[in-house]
């Protein structure tokens, strides 16, 4: 599962990115944030971070992946098999186009509850330019991910 989540930074005139890569048991494989220097609205925000998610999945070697997001309207126009017209349409072709280049690759909507640590990390890369981590819970989202962890178990 690849959350992604972003954040709008009006202040900064930036926006954040958070994303988080599991296994089907809940373990966190790989995470990203990263800020763009670019203020943008939510919806082009989210589809921004989609495709920087499609992207961070395909250089960690993941080969099958199920994209989560919590923005319904995204996830509705990248599984839209017919153009997207809309002001995000360049980006959520993008999107269609890295998705693939995966053996598998789906898109799902989730509640904006199940994607907290996305959401935190997204939040917390105001004023980080990129950090990644690989089989390593960052600390920010390490209490979310042990709360999780202990719903699972």
């Known amino acids: ?10 202040q900064s005139q930036r ?3 958070g994303i988080v890569i599991r296994n089907h048991l809940g373990v966190v494989l790989a995470a990203k944030r990263r ?9 082009l925000a989210e589809a921004m971070a989609m495709r ?10 993941f080969q099958s992946i199920v994209v989560a997001s919590d923005c319904e309207t995204l996830v509705t126009k990248v599984k839209n098999v017919a153009m997207d017209r809309s002001q ?15 053996v598998s690759c789906l ?16 939040r917390s890369s105001e004023h980080d ?17 042990c709360n999780e962890q202990s719903l699972i178990e």
């Open 1 to 10: 599962m690849v959350n992604v989540d972003a954040a709008v930074f009006s």
């Open 15 to 17: 926006m954040g990115i």
């Open 35 to 43: 800020y763009v220097n670019q203020e943008v609205n939510p919806e």
């Open 52 to 61: 920087c998610a499609l992207e961070f999945a395909e250089e960690a070697g």
């Open 88 to 102: 995000i349409g360049a980006i959520t072709f993008d999107i269609k186009r890295g998705a693939s280049k995966f």
């Open 107 to 122: 898109f799902t909507n989730i509640n904006r509850s199940c994607n907290e640590a996305a959401h935190v990390l997204a």
């Open 129 to 145: 330019c990129g950090s990644c981590w690989f089989n390593v819970v960052p600390d920010v989202i390490r209490t979310i991910i």
